[in-house]
Structures are given as C-alpha cells and as structure tokens.
C-alpha cells in the first residue's frame, strides 16, 4: 500500500503503525535501484516527501540543524568543507536534487560519502516515534552493512553538526562522478587537539580511526605523526575485495589518503 503523510506527526503515527513493514521513501534514489535489483520487496510504501519541516535547514545552538528531507544539493554549498565535497560526489545533479541526507543514512551503507564526511564532523541524528525523541552520535547509529540502531517505529528526523570545524574529504571511484566509491576519508578539526578521521568502504560500516586521532592528540600533529596516524588506520580497517577494488588497494589507499588530507590540512594552518 502506498501512504502520503503531509505532516511529521501523521507520518510517526503511520510508522508505529506499520513498523517495519513501513519503508520510508523520500528521493527514492535508493530505494528504486533496489527494488529494480530485486533486492528490496516493499509491503508498504511511507512517503515522507510532502512532510515540509523536514526540509528546515538552519544554525541553532551551536550547531548545523539538517533535515532528513534536505537534499544533496543543498549541501553543496554548506560551510563544511567535507560535507559540500562529499554532497557533491553523489551522483549526478539529477540524483543530488532527489537524494536527501536521511536516506542515505537510512540505508546505513558502508560506501555513503555523506555518512563518512558526517561522521568526521562528529555529527549527531535525531530519531524520532510516537514514543518522543532520541538523540544519538553518529557512530553509534550504523551497526552493520544496510542496519543501523532506527527501531522499527522511528524515522530520521535531524542531523545536528557541531558548528566551527574545519574539514577535508577524498573520495577514490572509477569516475570522478556518478559512481560507487571505491574508499573515502573525511577528516575534521576544532583547531586544537581535537581531530576526527572517518574511513568510508573499509569495513563493515564507516569507521572512525580511534587510535589515529588518540595519537595525533597526545603527540600533536607534525609530519612523523601523520605517518604514524596513517599506518594505524591502515591497521584498524578490514575493507573486502569487489569487482571495484581488492582489500589490500583499499587498506594501501586509507594510509594515503589518511596522511594526504592531514598533510594538506596541516598545510593551510587548520590542524
């Protein structure tokens, strides 16, 4: 069955009816190339893209308040560096006018360029039910390939990003545009010794490089420990082999880019 709820209220109260057998659709960018592929059987169809305050994109509190409705496009322009960077390798403009941030965190992907730039920023998701509302870290959210912690009665609401950090993104693909990443990196700072690194396509799920930033915090960052960092994200990734890239190319290339984005970082003075 097909539902269109025009406010966020009316469309909780779908999904705690429904539950999982509610798929939310938004862009559908996802959504259609599965179902296309044969790998998504949808029993109901929970169409969130006429709920207007999930398009809100505001600077609230410290931080950048994101609808789960904003699209790519919208995000292009933002004022994180690795997020506009990210938003742009997402498909074409066509795709990036349709595809919005809380589908991609939805399909709890390990290849979303977004999650991964979020992630470096130290994002946060908002989840919300009937219930009420629950605000979780983003690295707390994606649990395992196409699994993340929503509960069969929530729905993405917001995306907070602490404002004032500066950020860099790399994406490796086939094309420069309109394909599947065959590894990204994201790399956030708030100007002192706090620093972020997430890795996109090198696990299960996008990853932060824990010992990697405990590093650079104790030794600072200079030109040998960036090195070191980059050796010990290669050591904490466990990518696989596709018909994109092997598993060894992609824990090689999380060394080089790991160091190429801290290096260009350090470089402009941001770290």
């Not at 509610?22 to 006429?50: F, M, W």
């Not at 920023?121 to 395992?144: M, P, T, W």
């Not at 490796?172 to 990204?184: D, F, P, Q």
């Not at 980059?230 to 598993?247: F, M, N, Q, T, Y």
Request: glycine share 10%; charged share 25%; with cysteine.
């Amino acid at each position: 069955m097909y539902f269109q709820p025009k406010s966020f209220q009316d469309a909780l109260r779908l999904k705690s009816e429904l539950g999982g057998a509610a798929t939310p659709l938004a862009g559908g960018t996802d959504l259609v190339v599965g179902q296309r592929k044969g790998h998504a059987r949808i029993e109901n169809y929970l169409d969130i893209s006429r709920v207007a305050e999930l398009r809100e994109l505001s600077e609230r509190d410290g931080f950048l308040s994101i609808g789960a409705l904003v699209n790519h496009a919208r995000l292009e322009t933002c004022e994180f560096s690795a997020l506009a960077a990210a938003a742009a390798t997402v498909g074409g403009p066509q795709i990036r006018q349709l595809g919005t941030i809380g589908g991609q965190l939805g399909t709890a992907s390990p290849a979303g360029d977004v999650s991964v730039a979020l992630l470096a920023l130290q994002a946060e998701v908002e989840l919300a039910s009937i219930r009420g509302r629950r605000r979780i870290a983003l690295e707390d959210f994606f649990l395992a390939p196409g699994k993340s912690a929503l509960e069969d009665d929530e729905l993405i609401s917001t995306i907070y990003v602490p404002l004032g950090r500066k950020s860099d993104f790399y994406k490796i693909g086939k094309r420069n545009a309109v394909a599947i990443s065959l590894l990204m990196v994201a790399i956030s700072t708030d100007g002192a010794s706090d620093i972020s690194i997430a890795i996109g396509c090198a696990a299960p799920t996008p990853l932060r490089m824990k010992r990697s930033e405990a590093l650079l915090g104790k030794a600072g960052v200079n030109e040998t420990s960036i090195v070191e960092a980059a050796k010990l994200a290669a050591e904490d990734v466990s990518p696989i082999s596709d018909h994109r890239g092997s598993a060894d190319y992609r824990r090689a290339m999380s060394t080089v880019l790991v160091q190429r984005l801290l290096s260009r970082m350090m470089k402009r003075g941001e770290l």
